[in-house]
């Protein structure tokens, strides 16, 4: 069977096709550069949990070996510190830290030891024809080639070739935002920790400035710039750098200058993320970065998000609405990023609104920017599909528990028939639903006592009649849910409802909707025996 083509090796790109192998799906990607990434410790990434756990869950050991989960997270005013957050396994999850190459590199030899993947380097695509069946591409390079593929995916970043090919509009905001960025070695008061300091106390610190540890004594210090677009000179950049080290620790510490640059936010949405069997994705899509927004952790919700419904339809048949579904729920989440950024930025920084006119205004700022840097908040939570037209119609039997319906479920330990026991994030990308019965007791049982016993029975041959592949799971406890709530996760993490009790039919009508309805296929064959 045809592959998908996936256009772009970067981190989306290599995500994509990794999730697309571990459902059975073959990919070629091509990639107009080299087989290697250039070194560049200032660009680094910063992965909220779920997504770290999806990248590791995919074989990117670099995550261990090369990335940092902060120990906390530190807000200095002025020369006073004025919250301070510990994060780790028993208090708030903490996000990853990783150099972008790094990253790159873990993906990438992961991709490189899947028989499911070609990778292809230095081809140029520079055309793109679509038919009823599949997608014609053509590149140049190394040699002329063409390729043929059941679906194309543009992860090819913001110039990307696939978006111009298919005609689709980019619209925007540029240089929303500069950074001077440095990448050193040095020892700080904060080891571990994270830190924003706003308004620090001398001359060169700015309005803003962030460091976020990296493995190895290494760290990434980003000061905000001021909008004029002045040029940042070496020298002018060597300043900042010593002017801040001696700030924080009363005298200039030994360091070791790494890597330094300028980095332009830009704020751009593509109008369509699909035509027909074409893509887009990450950069190619959408460009968004400031206020501690996570751009590289979108770019990877999105191939998260579509691998699965790739899958899906080369399984088991293609559903329109299914794959519509992409572009509603991943276009509306960054939009709805990007519309905050746009309407609390000017506040943030210092342009008018809450300030001056409520009082704790300062505190309700430094809050947002934490929370955004930490992904919470209106600037920084995951997504949740809300409006998804695979959400499942309302039942009388739903409930309410602590994650709502469309949100990214949590990562609890769960244990399944056979008694091997889990976390509920390795349990996701297979291309399955997860049912998740919340039993107290379940953890101290003997498997051989519950697996027959109470609602169990009744529930395995619900989940056996389901109209996707699903996996049977049982819980200790899940936040604010009560004994035998079942949960429906979808195969990307996202909580699609939760029922009070085992009712199969809802189960049913919600596994159907998560398909989004029988397959095209499926749909003509009951026409014809009705005819």
């Known amino acids: 069977m045809d592959p998908v083509i996936v256009v772009g090796a970067g981190p989306v790109g290599l995500t994509l096709s990794l999730a697309l192998a571990r459902q059975a799906v ?26 770290a756990a999806l990248v590791e869950r995919l074989g990117c050991t670099t995550v261990r070996d090369e990335g ?35 990253l790159t590199r873990g993906l990438r030899s992961a991709a490189e030891s899947h028989r499911l993947i070609r990778l292809v380097p230095e081809s140029r695509l520079d055309s793109l024809e679509q038919d009823d069946t599949g997608v014609t591409v053509h590149t140049r390079g190394s040699e002329d080639a063409w390729w043929r593929g059941s679906h194309l995916v543009g992860c090819d970043g913001a110039r990307s070739t696939v978006r111009k090919l298919l005609g689709i509009r980019f619209p925007g905001r540029t240089a929303v935002e500069r950074h001077a960025v440095a990448a050193l070695r040095a020892e700080l008061p904060w080891p571990g920790e994270a830190l924003l300091h706003r308004r620090p106390p001398w001359r060169s610190g700015g309005e803003e400035i962030t460091a976020r540890p990296l493995p190895d004594g290494v760290w990434r210090i980003d000061w905000l710039l001021p909008p004029r677009g002045e040029l940042v000179t070496p020298d ?5 750098v010593r002017d801040t080290l001696a700030g924080w620790c009363g005298e200039i510490p030994p360091y070791d200058l790494l890597d330094t640059g300028v980095h332009t936010l830009h704020h751009r949405l593509a109008r369509r993320w699909r035509v027909g069997r074409a893509f887009l994705a990450g950069d190619a899509a959408h460009l968004l970065g ?15 998000n579509l691998a699965w419904k790739l899958a899906q339809c080369r399984h088991h048949g293609t559903s329109e609405t299914l794959l519509d579904s992409y572009q509603a729920e991943r276009r509306a989440a960054v939009a709805s ?24 205004a300062a505190r309700t700022h430094d809050s947002l920017l934490s929370e955004a840097h930490l992904g919470q908040g209106p600037l920084g939570a995951p997504p949740v599909h809300a409006h998804s037209p695979l959400a499942p119609e309302y039942a009388s039997s739903q409930t309410a528990v602590g994650t709502e319906a469309g949100a990214p479920a949590d990562d609890v330990r769960v244990t399944a028939p056979d008694g091997s026991s889990a976390r509920l994030w390795e349990r996701l990308g297979q ?30 041959a619900a989940v056996a009649a389901l109209p996707m592949r699903a996996e049977l799971l049982v819980t200790e406890s899940y936040p604010g849910a009560s004994a035998h709530t079942v949960l429906l996760v979808r195969p990307d993490g996202h909580l699609a409802a939760a029922f009070a009790g085992v009712r199969p039919a809802e189960l049913y009508g919600a596994a159907d909707a998560v398909r989004g309805g029988a397959p095209a296929a499926a749909r003509t064959d009951r026409t014809a025996d009705v005819t």
């Open 26 to 51: 073959p990919s070629v990607v091509l990639d107009e550069g080299p087989a290697a990434d250039e070194s560049r410790p200032a660009r680094t990434a910063v992965l909220r949990p779920d997504m």
């Open 68 to 102: 940092v989960r902060w120990t906390g997270w530190r807000l200095l005013r002025r020369g006073q510190t004025t919250r301070s957050v510990p994060l780790g396994d028993r208090v708030a999850p903490a996000p990853l830290h990783i150099p972008q190459h790094a």
């Open 236 to 240: 002018a950049l060597v300043a900042r």
């Open 290 to 304: 400031a206020v501690g927004t996570h751009g590289l952790d979108e770019g990877l919700r999105d191939a998260d």
């Open 337 to 360: 990023r990007l519309r905050a950024a746009d309407q609390w930025l000017p506040i943030l920084r210092g342009g008018g609104g809450l300030r001056g006119c409520v009082p704790g």
């Open 431 to 460: 291309g399955r639903l997860l049912v998740v019965l919340v039993a107290p007791g379940t953890g101290v049982w003997d498997r051989r006592h519950w697996v027959s016993a109470g609602v169990m029975p009744r529930l395995a």
